[in-house]
């Protein structure tokens, strides 16, 4: 162990016990904090700069436990495990979440958001306030605490079954206070969209942004997604997914779908030109290449995570397709 952890270490332990909690935390979230510095030089926009400073200014959070069913797969929060029954809890498998893995998972970095929004900072977004945004497919939680700080209501949809317990406890979702006396709202939902009318219905409308990052993707035709490993199943016709993110969104609204992709992956957007035209959007880009941004903002990231990234940086390939609603 290095003579600099052994330090911080030590002045921790020596603390009392809720000033330890919060400074072990604290540390935690020093890589992401150091890797918004770095990235700073690559946001060219407002909105890219307040997201990288929100990011920064992300509070602490006390380790907790999750635990998940070894045979079912069910994720429980701590709160939860005294109701169950005593079948189930020789089955549970606990699960510790510091603060980095709470507001990052098992995706990485958060900062990697940081192309998204700055697209669209470059087309005509100038600020999160007041604005109302989905991200579809959101698989973590920390960007949209960010950018709920910045006065916008942020809602995330997901099928993954460990997020609700993850994001279960007072204080993770609901009214979040930021910088500059800023509030905004969060909120996730579990379930899948739009097919479920349930998570519909929380989903709700009147949307400014829609988002999705790594989740919609895999070409046009079924032999090319064939190929494309981890593509979701909508649960619904490609139609039917676009129109439903179509009246979810308010006129003049953005629908963003943005895709890093290895060599061997597929970047292209899954729905067809034609077909969200028919539906009526407008198109600003489609499978627009946006690789060597990324491979940028990679160099920097992994540099920052000292760490031999899966892919090479320059073999990342990044397309987007950005649409308006009339």
């Known amino acids: 162990m290095a003579r600099a952890t052994i330090t911080v270490l030590a002045a921790i332990t020596l603390a009392n016990p809720s000033t330890q909690h919060a400074a072990l935390a604290d540390s935690l979230l020093s890589p992401l904090r150091q890797q918004a510095k770095a990235l700073a030089p690559l946001a060219h926009s407002v909105v890219a700069r307040q997201f990288l400073a929100a990011a920064a200014d992300l509070p602490s959070v006390r380790t907790r436990t999750i635990y998940r069913d070894s045979t079912t797969g069910t994720y429980f929060r701590e709160t939860d495990v005294s109701s169950l029954s005593e079948g189930i809890r020789p089955r549970l498998v606990p699960i510790k979440v510091d603060a980095l893995y709470f507001y990052q998972t098992r995706y990485g970095t958060i900062l990697n958001y940081l192309r998204v929004i700055d697209l669209l900072g470059a087309n005509g977004v100038t600020t999160f306030e007041g604005k109302r ?80 990052r790594n989740t919609l993707k895999g070409g046009h035709e079924p032999a090319q997604r064939a190929r494309q490993s981890r593509v979701i199943n909508l649960g619904v016709s490609d139609s039917t997914f676009v129109r439903a993110i179509f009246e979810s969104m308010r006129s003049g609204g953005l629908f963003m779908m943005y895709t890093v992709s290895g060599p061997k992956g597929n970047a292209h957007c899954p729905f067809s030109e034609g077909m969200v035209r028919a539906i009526g959007f407008q198109v600003v880009a489609y499978d627009e290449d946006d690789s060597d941004p990324t491979r940028a903002m990679l160099r920097v990231l992994n540099r920052e995570q000292r760490e031999t990234p899966s892919v090479p940086d320059e073999e990342s390939t990044a397309l987007y397709t950005l649409l308006r609603k009339p």
């Open 133 to 212: 945004l989905l991200d579809f497919g959101y698989g973590r939680i920390g960007h949209l605490r960010a950018i709920a700080s910045l006065g916008a209501t942020a809602v995330g949809v997901d099928v993954d079954p460990e997020l609700p317990a993850l994001y279960g406890e007072r204080g993770d979702q609901g009214l979040i206070r930021g910088t500059n006396r800023r509030e905004g709202f969060l909120s996730i939902v579990y379930g899948s969209f739009p097919g479920d009318s349930a998570a519909r219905r929380q989903v709700g409308g009147a949307y400014d942004l829609v988002i999705s």
